[in-house]
């Protein structure tokens, strides 16, 4: 159920865009209650899931491939790539730019599925606070596994039961290959009812994926892979403060599942939820 402060009936959905109005349908559908202080704020996570996985379509059509951090590549014109892989974004280069260019040179760039995450997220960011603000807050990136800006404030729930597009899901191979160490699960982002994308397995529904990781177990292993109970997503109420100009909160989950005997713990830049 959503909920806004002061207000009996948030919005009409019929007036939101197809994606939006769809997230929206499903949160107002949950039993769980996701509470806002604004219809813009509502709003504005709407946009911003939708951007996910509209970063998430644009970096699987850009050409970017798959690569193990021994064998990553990025463009060297925004980009120092760094001896354990990542990358780090050049001196003078304004971080909007070292992002787009991914997308629009993405043939020129290698790397794993963790990366590709905090890539769609950064893009999805960007897009919706706009150049200026995002080159403030996210200033001097560095791409590489799950390192990531602190402003992101990502936050963990400890199941995919409430889960929504533009959400990072992860599907684990837990007998996967030693020869293959890299498919020992699959980062991925909720596109819609079903279906995902994983940076180097494409645009696929859940049995896709594991079909994709089965094929890289233990030979004649019979564990095989699945979704496991976690989903991730930014700080939407944190993320609109730096867009809008409002007071910036205390790292919290305002916008996620209120229920009793929910325990928050952070560790580094994650928040985790337990329910």
Known sequence: MIRVQGMAQPIDPAMLPDRQRDIYLQKDRSPTVYSYDSVDQLLFELRVRVSITEAAA????????FATFADSRCNPVFWDRTEPGGFQLKPGVAPAEGVRDIFRNGRLYAFECATAMVICLYRAVNVNIGDPLFNRYFADLLLFDWHYDSDLRLITLDTHQESYPG??????????????PQWRGENVIKMGD?????????????EGIIAKLNSHRVPGSPFSAYLTDQASYPDYRYLYSLGSGVPVPPLQNPTGPRRQGVIVARIGSFTYLKL
């Open 58 to 65: 644009a970096l699987y059509e850009s050409g970017a491939q």
């Open 167 to 180: 959400d990072i899901l992860y599907f684990i191979n837990p007998d996967y290959s030693p020869l293959t």
């Open 194 to 206: 079903n279906l995902y994308f994983g940076h180097g397995i494409g645009v696929r529904p859940a």
